[in-house]
């Protein structure tokens, strides 16, 4: 054997002795992964080595080859149980640390929309008194949204500023009201019906979205008063926000009732004092009093274009926001709010 075969060799052998040498380095699987690149590497010890195979004879790389794939399993066996022994170790550590009798981790629940609360709550109260569900199209027809509901072409209600047009006869309803026209399309008295959903309107700032909520209710049959509207209103609003609110009616008009009041409750923040410790209330602005629906009895145009006699027929209506309702009610000072879907205000009410 020649002297370079021979240092060939006892180099791969002190290779083997020096990874065996260095087990109390490797403490932590890391320290293990750091140690196989240094001796297995494609740049590590053993690859140099390697490098050297090239310089022997022809015939003795056979014997140079076949002594670095010994040197090569030994070395790998030897991390490998290293790897094992270290893994076992990690893994009792970690179940050290685990502590079964600390809490679980309760799974992140969703809650409804303050909307979508309000909305049911309405809802709830609503058909407690009497009254149906009734749903039906946000794309709604001219003559539903306007014509039938007493709402001639040239009213100012109808002006492109408010109204997104689909097509010159077709709307996103702008109100709850076309509601009233389907459901007496669709039945003769006696009928009371709510029907809640999105209304669209050309309109965006501070206080108005192009999409919000509102319930539309319609009572009618024989010998209905505004005496019933008035008592059916103040028992749903009672109902919503407290047995003490007050209720009042001022005149107002619609052209879908004759006539027309909007309900104005005391304020939901300082009882209708009108102030607060010291100070102007700011929901209320120093009146006590709060806007909350518009009403009135339906006007006999509206029983016209349907079909209803308006000698024999009468009834009332009414429309709210719910925006609004929830605004008072949870004592939100802005509207934007609702349609941010911030996680840490819609959490609030899980
Ligand atoms: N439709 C009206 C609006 O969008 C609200 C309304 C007022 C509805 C009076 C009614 C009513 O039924 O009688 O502002």
Redesign the pocket.
Known sequence: MNDALKSFLEGLDSLAQDCESRKGQACSLKELDELRIEFLGRKGKLAQSMGQLGRLDATEKPAGGKKANEVKQCITTLLDAWQAELSQAESGRALSRFDPTMPGRRPWAGSLHPVTLVMDEICDVLTGLGFEHAAGPEVENDWNNFEALNIPPEHPARDMQDTLYVSERIVLRT?T?PM?IRSMLKRQPPLAVIAPGKVYRRDSDLTHTPMFH?I?GLLVDHNVSMGDLRGTLTAFVRQLFGARTEVRFRPSF?P??EP?AEVDISCVLCGGAGSRDGSTCRVCKGTGWVEIL???MVDPNVFRSVGYDAELYTGF???LGIERVAMLKYGIGDLRMFFENDVRFLEQFA
């Open positions: 109100h009201s009233q509102q539309e619609f879908f009732t027309s518009g009403c009135g209506a009414f429309g």
